[in-house]
T-cell receptor
Framework: GAVVSQHPSWVICKSGTSVKIECRSL??????MFWYRQFPKQSLMLMAT?????????EQGVEKDKFLINHASLTLSTLTVTSAHPEDSSFYIC????????????FGEGSWLTVV | AQSVAQPEDQVNVAEGNPLTVKCTYS??????LFWYVQYPNRGLQFLLK??????LVKGSYGFEAEFNKSQTSFHLKKPSALVSDSALYFC???????????????FGQGTELSVKP
């Protein structure tokens, strides 16, 4: 199956700092990538849709200035959590829409962010 | 608006017994339906999908799902459960508003499957 790589898997950062999470489609091109946030034992909450070469579309209630998304190429999207606070601690998961795959979206392994 | 419901937070099954994880949907138009599995501290793995065609869809690891239009259901099934099937299962519907690529996935709340030896 298609492979989506997410890095880092785990990251700890201090309050007030910024942290970047990368999402790469390793063996396919992805014009669209999605970023989710997940709390333990809960469903995934869509944060934003990232389109290559254009601005991301954020879901209602998600601060675009806090969660910066860049999709500079067909294989890479990044999520930067700016001025992180402890309440931003969560599991972040990206996914990529594989072109011509019959509408299947493939997911990365997720990134645990802990803000101390 | 598209929506998906998984009525059971948890399903408990004995190893070797058949399992069913339920999913119902509400969509306008033809549904694009998916099942994903999530193991602890991992991302989601694609199991199977229904786009069109046969109502019975076969997927990875021996799982299958039946699309039932009249009941608006897409239940996940497996004839004989394994302990290693224990995980969190998500049903999802894809919003087909963005042309051929489709839109975002809308997830159900998830069902935790526990298979005991």
């Amino acid at each position: 199956g298609a492979v989506v790589s997410q890095h880092p898997s785990w990251v700890i950062c201090k309050s007030g700092t910024s942290v970047k999470i990368e999402c790469r489609s390793l063996d396919f091109q992805a014009t669209t990538m999605f970023w989710y946030r997940q709390f333990p034992k809960q469903s995934l909450m869509l944060m934003a849709t990232s389109n290559e070469g254009s601005k991301a579309t954020y879901e209602q209630g998600v601060e675009k200035d806090k969660f910066l998304i860049n999709h500079a190429s067909l294989t890479l999207s990044t999520l930067t959590v700016t001025s992180a606070h402890p309440e931003d601690s969560s599991f972040y998961i990206c996914s990529a829409d594989r072109q011509f795959s019959g509408n299947t979206i493939y997911f990365g392994e997720g990134s645990w962010l802990t803000v101390v | 608006a598209q929506s998906v419901a998984q009525p059971e937070d948890q399903v408990n099954v004995a190893e070797g017994n058949p399992l069913t994880v339920k999913c119902t949907y509400s969509v306008s138009g033809n549904p694009y339906l998916f099942w994903y599995v999530q193991y602890p501290n991992r991302g989601l793995q694609f199991l199977l999908k229904y786009i069109t065609g046969d109502n019975l869809v076969k997927g990875s690891y021996g799982f299958e799902a039946e699309f039932n239009k009249s009941q608006t259901s897409f239940h996940l099934k497996k004839p004989s459960a394994l302990v290693s099937d224990s995980a969190l299962y998500f049903c999802a519907v894809r919003d087909p508003v963005m042309g051929n690529q489709g839109g975002k996935l809308i997830f159900g709340q998830g069902t935790e499957l526990s298979v005991k030896p």
